[in-house]
C-alpha cells in the first residue's frame, strides 16, 4: 500500500505560479512512477504529467507542455508539480497518482493509488 497525500493549492490570479507537492509513505518510493492529473468540474479527469521512477524521463498533456514542469525528489518521497503561467482553464482538483513501474504512464487507469486531490483555482 502506498498513501499519497497533495498540498500546495490554492487561489491564485492568471499568470501566476503555484507549486504542488505529494508526499507518499508506505512503500519505496522510488519503485514507483509517479503522474499528476486533474479534474474540473463536470469534466472527466486528465493527465497533467508523468515521471519516471528514475526521475529521467516525463511525459506532458498538450495543454500544460511547456507550462508545467513535474519533478521527484526520492530522498524525500515526494513529487512535485511545478506550475507556471496559470490560465483560468487550469482550474481544477488535481491529483497525483502512483504505479509500481519504470516508466511513466499517461494512462488513468494503469496507476494503482491515488491521493485526496488539492483545489487549485485560477481566476481572471
Known amino acids: 500500500q502506498v498513501q499519497l497525500v497533495e498540498s500546495g493549492g490554492g487561489s491564485v490570479q492568471a499568470g501566476d505560479s503555484l507549486r504542488l507537492s505529494c508526499v507518499a509513505s508506505g512503500r519505496t518510493f522510488s519503485r514507483y512512477a509517479m503522474g499528476w492529473f486533474r479534474q474540473a468540474p463536470g469534466k472527466e479527469r486528465e493527465f497533467v504529467a508523468a515521471i519516471s521512477r528514475s526521475g529521467f524521463s516525463t511525459s506532458y498533456g498538450d495543454s500544460v507542455k511547456g507550462r508545467f514542469t513535474i519533478s521527484r525528489d526520492n530522498a524525500k518521497n515526494t513529487v512535485y508539480l511545478q506550475m507556471n503561467s496559470l490560465k483560468p482553464e487550469d482550474t481544477a482538483v488535481y491529483y497525483c497518482?502512483?504505479?509500481?513501474?519504470?516508466?511513466?504512464?499517461?494512462?488513468?487507469?494503469?496507476?494503482?493509488?491515488w491521493g485526496q486531490g488539492t483545489q487549485v483555482t485560477v481566476s481572471s
Open positions: 497518482a502512483a504505479k509500481e513501474t519504470i516508466w511513466e504512464t499517461r494512462t488513468l487507469l494503469k496507476y494503482d493509488y
